[in-house]
């Protein structure tokens, strides 16, 4: 009856699940200890850095007004106020302003051999006739109806549709106004530009442009292939006012750009008409646009390299434990799953990124430099893009890896993950790239959709509506918004790991 | 012979290698189906390739060739079986020889039942997209010699995919790291050549690159703007797959299993 309890064996260390740090530190100690998986690590960050250096761009014959060219990026890169390559090449015929003023004109007609829906014509106010200054310009345009633009990445809508069309611009020390008018009588404010350091006496006056034609003959098959040339556009001015003219004045033609030596490009005036005939484009210069410069994303070409390296490591990291049965092992040590398997993508997560950050940092540190050795200029891009390039593509290679992981726990056959993600996350833009098989609408679809959109984080530069270029991922240029693109590969691997922990719980090690 | 007899069982009774030829067959012709029912050539004078187009899942369903060339080494590590293979079967050369005639056949029927449909699908969807013989693109018919070449071509293709991988997994063992290396041998030579900027750089990459000169025996138009020619360029290939047999074989006879 008073048999006296039996005190239950109780060890002096109660197990318990082991905590998020010790499973992190097992993990680490896991992936650390095994050499070749460091080797290969370390490996993949220097080939970010090496397979760019096989790149051998010789700048190609361009002329500043952006007319002619060869082939290659071009050899000097002009910039705009802000900072960005621009094209900056249009016939000008002008008078200096002063520091109030304005210009309204009518534009009768806009034609031209083989004339651009954006070719234009109008009126500019200009800081100097010196390629890339400040500008603000009320225009015609060949298929996009009127625009007002200024310095060179911005562009507002105005009327739609072809037509004689009334433009003015006033200028009021820096701010400039644009509006246009159907009839002469009612005018409607199209948008309103501040310039930076704009002169007390600019350069005021009608302009007329016409960017090189380029038509894509072929999307698919090996590369592709586009024919294009210079053209011109010719726009007739039936009524011209000035007020705010500096005295000494008098309309003077200038070839902003130097000159195209295409025969008809100039003005001439007669009856009160003013005839302008121009060649050029005075916008931004995307990269690869034909008449580019070298894009920043080249450089990091070596990330595919390191990618597949990394895919390879992060894939053994998992399916090594079922192979050698280590997972049985580590399951008793740490029963909760989905724990250890998070634990599993946070370290290989960061070992990839801890990789690839030096990669990526030192690759666009080198390449630029050896470039400019070339004599190729690399298009300038803000210090933030140049961050989120070099970050972005650490992050890329980081989750890839996580995805890695979660596919080895749901495969749990090492030759068939590593297939899986390379299948996902390369071949959409092995097809979209390098092989261009896929017509342009299919391939933009693959970027949007499969984990591939993450590579949209590496996009340097912006694309720009009112310029017609070649925006294809080729030439650094996603379907996707890079942030967005992003979220989209980590959409996919927040899935993937959802559905490994899943699988983790219900089957047997 | 009873090399060939152990290995043609043991690539016989493993339920994946059946699964992954036949994903290798339905890769090859949904994405030749998919790529054909996309492309559009209103214009008629398009420089497109219609048996080129037709083949384009031979870029995908190659990886999966090469899981199962791949496995067929790897398998034995992961297992153990390599050593029972060897105790068998002491000359170890005799071993891989008999691997690559076994995987051989397989792969070849897989491929050849490929490439037939997927050419077929391109028969008869490209004409409705303005790519066919009324359009003076040659007509993807056995009669037609290019095509005649790009369907057999294609179809050794697979197979020296196949060898390379075999090769390649003998020398490393490990499957995941030899999958990594025949992708990134057949895809990163592609991607490098287009960013390498010059044009010669990019030429010459193509020349040597697996893949992109192993492909050349797809083109039925343009030969003359191709990197190489088609036969030389499936020649490029196989040397890549003897090199890869060579090591292979090299280091399988000189380490221990």
Redesign the interface.
């Given at each position: 009856m008073t048999a006296g309890l039996i005190t239950p064996y109780q060890p002096e260390l109660a197990p318990r699940p082991a905590g998020i740090a010790q499973l992190l530190r097992a993990e680490w100690t896991k992936l650390r200890t095994v050499r070749?998986w460091v080797i290969?690590l370390i490996v993949a960050g220097l080939l970010i850095v090496g397979?760019?250096l096989?790149?051998?761009?010789?700048c190609g014959g361009i002329q500043p007004n952006g007319s002619n060219s060869v082939?290659?990026?071009a050899c000097a890169v002009l910039t705009g106020p802000g900072g960005e390559a621009v094209t900056d090449g249009f016939y000008f015929v002008h008078q200096p302003l002063g520091p109030a003023g304005s210009l309204t004109v009518r534009v009768a007609g806009l034609t031209g051999p083989g004339l651009q829906p954006w070719s234009k014509a109008g009126i500019i106010i200009k800081a100097s006739t010196i390629p890339g200054s400040a500008y603000a310009a009320m225009m015609v345009t060949g298929g996009h109806g009127v625009r007002m633009q200024w310095d060179y990445a911005q562009d507002t809508p105005g009327l739609a549709g072809p037509g004689p069309r009334w433009l003015r611009l006033t200028r009021s020390g820096a701010v400039i106004t644009g509006y246009d008018s159907a009839d002469g009588t009612h005018w409607a404010k199209v948008g309103t530009a501040t310039l930076a350091g704009l002169p007390s006496t600019v350069q005021a006056g009608l302009f007329a442009a016409s960017p090189d034609s380029s038509q894509l003959?072929?999307s698919?098959?090996?590369g592709s292939?586009s024919s294009g040339g210079p053209t011109q556009a010719t726009a007739t001015f039936d009524q011209v006012a000035v007020t705010g003219v500096r005295s000494g004045g008098g309309w003077a033609g200038t070839a902003v750009g130097g000159p195209s030596g295409m025969p008809g490009v100039g003005y001439h005036s007669a009856g009160g008409a003013v005839t302008v005939t121009g060649t050029g484009d005075i916008a931004p210069s995307p990269s690869g646009g034909g008449n580019g410069g070298?894009s920043v994303a080249?450089t990091l070409?070596g990330t595919?390299?390191g990618l597949?390296?990394v895919?390879?490591v992060a894939?053994?990291f998992m399916?090594a434990e079922y192979?050698r049965g280590l997972i049985r092992v580590t399951l008793v040590a740490s029963p909760r799953r989905s724990r250890l398997l998070a634990a599993k993508a946070v370290v290989i997560g960061l070992a990839a990124f801890a990789v690839t950050l030096p990669g990526a940092y030192a690759a666009s540190l080198i390449e630029p430099r050896l470039m400019r050795t070339r004599g190729v200029t690399v298009d300038p891009v803000p210090p933030l893009t140049d961050v989120r390039l070099i970050v972005g593509t650490a992050a890329l290679v980081g989750v890839a890896a996580m995805l890695a992981v979660a596919l080895g726990a749901i495969l749990r056959h090492?030759?068939?993950?590593?297939?899986t993600v390379?299948?996902v996350i390369?071949?959409p833009?092995?097809?979209a790239?390098?092989?261009m098989?896929?017509?342009a609408?299919?391939a933009d679809w693959l970027l949007r959709v499969t984990p591939a959109a993450g590579f949209a984080i590496q996009q340097p530069y912006p694309a720009y509506p009112q310029v017609a270029a070649s925006y294809t991922p080729?030439n650094g240029y996603y379907p996707l918004a890079p942030w967005a693109g992003f979220a989209v590969l980590c959409a996919w691997t927040a899935l993937a790991l959802v559905l490994a922990g899943y699988l983790l719980r219900r089957r047997d090690a | 012979m009873s090399a060939l007899h152990a290995e043609w069982t043991k690539l016989r009774t493993v339920a994946s290698t059946g699964w992954l030829l036949l994903a290798a067959v339905a890769l090859t012709v949904a994405v030749g189906t998919a790529v054909a029912a996309s492309v559009r050539c209103p214009s008629g004078t398009c420089a497109e390739d219609p048996a080129k187009i037709s083949l384009t899942g031979i870029y995908l369903s190659q990886a999966v060739i090469a899981i199962v060339a791949v496995m067929t080494v790897s398998g034995e590590y992961s297992t153990g079986l390599i050593r029972t293979t060897l105790t068998a079967m002491p000359r170890r050369i005799t071993v891989l020889a008999a691997k690559a005639a076994i995987l051989t056949g397989p792969v070849l029927a897989a491929g050849a039942v490929a490439v037939g449909t997927s050419l077929l699908a391109g028969r008869l969807i490209l004409p409705g997209h303005g790519i066919g013989p009324a359009h003076g693109y040659p007509a993807l018919a056995p009669s037609d010699g290019p095509v005649l070449r790009a369907a057999l071509g294609s179809v050794l293709y697979l197979a020296l995919i196949a060898l390379l991988s075999l090769g390649i997994a003998a020398a490393v063992r490990d499957s995941a790291a030899a999958i990594g290396i025949v992708l990134g041998l057949l895809y990163l030579f592609p991607i490098v050549g287009a960013a390498a900027g010059d044009p010669h750089l990019t030429r010459y990459v193509d020349q040597i690159g697996p893949m992109t000169a192993g492909l050349a025996i797809q083109a039925t138009t343009g030969l003359s703007s191709l990197p190489i020619g088609p036969w030389p360029g499936l020649g490029v290939l196989a040397a890549w797959a003897a090199a890869a047999l060579l090591a292979g074989g090299l280091l399988l006879g000189r380490r221990d299993a």
């Open positions: 070749g290969a397979v760019g096989l790149n051998h761009s010789e082939g290659g990026p003959i072929s698919s098959g090996i292939s070298y080249q070409i595919f390299a597949i390296a895919i390879v894939t053994m399916t192979r090492s030759a068939a993950a590593v297939t390379i299948a390369v071949l833009y092995f097809f790239v390098p092989l098989l896929l017509p609408g299919a080729g | -």
